[in-house]
């Protein structure tokens, strides 16, 4: 009876401080959160990306097609440099630009399509991400949640208009201010993901690199 009586002492004490336990839990979490906002990540993401004059990404690429619900799945490189320079290589296909004309590269079909460079509200490069998306989507904090290993910051981004490039998007942001995955939903429902293996900046990349010499036997289109 005696420790029956005790236990009853006991537990209102007890209860107390899991409550105030969860209450800090809470607040810390909240404190958290309210310390940065999606606004002042992407600045601190752009700035990283103005102090950069190249860089080279490898990442995996993941497509799931809403009707058919098909998936595919591929690894590539990406290369920029500014202004308006990138290349990606994936199994499939490479696209260069050097800012002027445009070539993309099918080795499957031994096919090179040339074109005038030009951007439109519906392209999507590297810079136009994080210099123009963040001034025509709204943005959110989501949250934190791991890409890999790393801890990052979750933002979902809307178009503030209905034409766009993307339905939405979303992005992980690490501690370091790099992109480490880009989620976009398209108009039509189809789900592109990017998972950034590495990035390595500043790696003096030559503009050479930013042009394309068609194979031999290749079927070349020169649309400019």
Do not use: H
């Amino acid at each position: 009876m005696e420790n029956t009586t005790n236990l009853g002492r006991l537990l209102p004490g007890i209860m107390k401080r899991l409550l105030l336990l969860i209450v800090l839990l809470l607040a810390s979490t909240l404190l958290l959160f309210a310390a940065i906002t999606a606004k002042e990540i992407i600045e601190k993401v752009q700035d990283r990306y103005d102090d950069m004059s190249d860089a080279v990404v490898t990442f995996t690429q993941k497509v799931r097609f809403k009707v058919s619900r098909m998936e595919q799945q591929t690894t590539g490189t990406l290369y920029f440099k500014k202004k308006n320079k990138y290349r990606i290589e994936t199994e499939q296909r490479t696209v260069v630009t050097d800012g002027k004309s445009s070539w993309s590269y099918s080795a499957q079909n031994k096919q090179l399509v040339i074109s005038a460079y030009k951007e439109d509200a519906r392209s999507m490069s590297p810079e136009k991400l994080l210099t123009q998306y963040p001034k025509d989507y709204y943005s959110a904090l989501t949250g934190e949640e791991k890409v890999g290993t790393e801890a990052c910051f979750a933002l979902k981004l809307t178009p503030r208009e209905e034409s766009g490039a993307a339905k939405t998007m979303k992005i992980w942001v690490s501690k370091a201010w790099l992109i480490r995955k880009l989620e976009i939903t398209d108009l039509n429902g189809t789900v592109t993901t990017y998972v950034i293996k590495d990035v390595v900046v500043d790696k003096g990349i030559p503009d050479t690199r930013f042009d394309f010499k068609a194979p031999q036997g290749t079927d070349v289109i020169d649309l400019r």
